[in-house]
């Protein structure tokens, strides 16, 4: 049993128990008066964290049911998908799925793909969409969404989409600033909530695209939700109990500040980059998998010369949960998920007991 202030995941991410008891709520029906003020709270939170002035809509699914809706609804034929590791991956193979022409840009891990070589792609080929992760959560990569998406808006008739699942909460996102056409993320991540809900804020350019597309889908049908957000309902029932701790953490994100928020979350990233720095001159065999000056406030992916299984293993043995690497760092790195509600202390608490079980290997 992981101890509460212990579980350093990257999604799910721990959820404090204040917001959990929001879900104890009683059930009320989708489709009253109680239930609009409900959406229109939440709906209006989430523009603020999302830095759009348009409703974004809450889906009842992963994020992964809100990168299906923005490929569904905003892409025709030819997709151009920026990779940084796993989930870039994914949603390229999403597009795949939906019978897209898929062009990779993959990068390296723990680097980022230049932006020249996005121009040029974009300027070699036809494309009508761009996929790309804020923070890619496999490598611990923070991508130049700005700078991306002034590129792709050199190009009209190609919406840029955004994988924002582990940077929505922990770090500014402007979906207006930006130009993006959908920022798509999820609730278990650095919104320190429980797995089940999606969010998509989505453009009046990807509504245009969306209206000319008729493989849609009926439940990620971007093109009901709107319809329904106008009356602050759902199109479908949903997780009425997670809309409750929504709302519960998005009261909290305003007593906090959304600036501390970032700022909590930048203290964090850089208290574990100087932490694997100081662990590189013991010769503890410890590296960052991201490149300096791409990092991800979120989320630190440490390569190792340890077996990253010994090391979660022994870390759970201390009643501390980390993440393991993924794709091809698997068996070289692990992750430490410092986003949602954690703080310094208790991720200096963490790394205390990290270099302890490392030295005793």
């Known amino acids: 049993m992981i101890d509460a202030g212990r579980f350093f995941v990257p999604g799910p991410t721990e959820v404090r128990p204040e917001v959990l008891d929001a879900m104890r709520r009683p059930m009320i029906f989708h489709r009253t008066h109680a239930m609009e003020e409900l959406m229109q709270r939440v709906t ?8 759009t002035r348009r409703p974004v809509h809450v889906i009842t699914g992963s994020g992964t049911a809100a990168m299906d809706l923005a490929v569904r609804s905003g892409t025709i034929l030819n997709v151009l998908s920026v ?36 121009r040029d792609a974009l300027a070699a080929a036809d494309f009508d969409a761009v996929t790309a992760t804020h923070s890619e959560t496999a490598t611990g990569v923070l991508a130049d969404i700005a700078g991306i998406s002034a590129i792709v808006r050199e190009h009209p008739g190609c919406l840029l989409l955004v994988d924002a699942v582990s940077s929505a909460g922990a ?3 402007t979906a207006d600033a930006w130009g993006a056409a959908a920022v798509v993320a999820a609730s278990q991540k650095a919104m320190a909530l429980p797995p089940g809900l999606a969010f998509a804020a989505v453009s009046e350019p990807f509504l245009a695209r969306a209206r000319n597309v008729l493989d849609r889908g009926t439940y990620l049908d971007v093109l009901r939700f709107e319809e329904f957000a106008a009356k602050h ?12 701790a929504l709302d519960r953490q998005l009261a909290d994100f305003q007593v906090e500040g959304l600036e501390a928020r ?9 208290v574990c ?89």
């Open 83 to 118: 990779v940084h590791g796993e989930f870039g991956e994914r949603f390229a193979r999403i597009a795949e799925a939906c019978g897209r022409r898929v062009t990779r840009l993959t990068a390296p891990p723990g680097d980022v793909v230049p932006l020249d070589r996005i």
């Open 262 to 270: 970032f700022a909590r979350h930048a203290a964090m990233a850089e």
């Open 233 to 244: 309902q759902s199109p479908t029932t949903p997780a009425i109990s997670l809309l409750y």
């Open 171 to 173: 770090m500014p996102v």
């Open 44 to 51: 209006q939170g989430l523009g603020t964290v999302f830095g």
């Open 273 to 361: 980059a100087a932490w694997v720095s100081r662990a590189e001159q013991a010769a503890l065999g410890l590296s960052m998998a991201a490149r300096e000056g791409s990092r991800s406030p979120s989320v630190t992916c440490i390569l190792t010369r340890t077996k990253p299984g010994v090391v979660l293993t022994r870390m759970r043995e201390q009643g501390y949960e980390l993440g393991g690497g993924q794709a091809e760092l698997a068996g070289t790195s692990f992750r430490v998920g410092h986003m949602g509600d954690h703080t310094v202390a208790g991720l200096e608490a963490l790394l205390e007991v990290l270099e302890r079980v490392l030295r005793a290997r």
